[in-house]
């Protein structure tokens, strides 16, 4: 409901702009607003521009474009995952968590999901399910990733020993790398 009280207040403060003092001119006889974009020219892709706002640590920023880029195309596997990502990135594990189970159902073999979710559960302290499913990531990824297998035994290594305590302390997070692909690094 504030959303759309918002909608409105800006909506009316861009109509007020349009007077012919110097708002946005109609363009020719069409009483409908302009598209924003100059003619010709597309909007950039909002799956896109989350993917740079990720990587400038704005992930707020990253979820409204990932859920611009929903509205555009849809909840693709790309786009689930990107949501979840943005989400474990600002400590919303829970919904992260469902977001990712969702894109893993959308498509079983997309690896950034399967990672992502992994990812999800070594934070909230879900050891055992996230070794297996770094080891379904590392499965369906022919065990190309060096980040995937990093990640894979450092749960195992937890899971055999769990007052496992790795002398860097480290941590995961998520690293964007090419067009919808997430690599696990650990921060140190």
């Known amino acids: 409901m ?15 702009g349009c007077e012919s003092t110097g708002g946005q ?10 598209s924003g974009t100059v003619k010709g020219e597309e909007a950039v892709d909002g ?24 509205s555009e195309h849809g909840l693709t596997v790309d786009v689930l995952s990107a949501i979840g990502s943005a989400n ?54 022919s065990g190309r990733s060096d980040a995937i297998r990093d990640n894979l035994r450092l749960s195992l290594a937890k899971l055999e020993e769990p007052a496992y305590d790795d002398s860097d302390n480290s941590e ?6 090419g067009h919808g692909q997430f690599l696990l690094l650990t921060k140190h």
């Open 2 to 16: 504030t959303l759309r009280i918002l909608g409105l207040v800006v909506a009316i403060g861009l109509l007020a």
């Open 25 to 34: 001119a109609a363009m020719g006889d069409s009483p409908f607003a302009p």
């Open 47 to 70: 799956l896109i521009v989350g993917h740079r706002l990720m990587e400038a640590k704005e992930y707020e920023m990253a979820l409204k474009a990932y859920m611009r880029s929903a």
């Open 88 to 141: 474990l990135q600002l400590g919303r594990l829970g919904q992260a968590e469902t977001i990712l189970r969702r894109a893993i159902e959308t498509d079983e073999t997309f690896v950034p999901a399967w990672n992502n979710l992994g990812v999800v559960l070594m934070e909230r302290g879900e050891v055992a399910e996230a070794s297996r499913v770094f080891k379904a990531a590392f499965a369906l990824d």
């Open 172 to 177: 995961f997070s998520l690293v964007r790398r």
